[in-house]
């Protein structure tokens, strides 16, 4: 027996159902922009490592 103000709540690990998916064109524009914004953010961690690095051995 359900409480009365229960909510049904979706089911986390169903699969997505199509109108909870991107629109095909804003997948088209923003895939590539984040997938480059993510390259830069990794490439410039790399640098910050590779700096600290270099300072803990003189």
Not at 14 to 38: I, K, S
């Amino acid at each position: 027996m359900r409480h009365p103000k229960a909510t049904v709540q979706p089911d986390l690990f169903a699969p997505t159902r199509p109108e909870a998916a991107l629109p095909l064109e804003v997948a088209q524009r923003l895939l590539p922009l984040l997938e480059q914004l993510l390259l830069e953010v990794l490439a410039s961690e790399t640098l910050v490592t590779e700096a600290g690095d270099e300072q803990d051995h003189p």
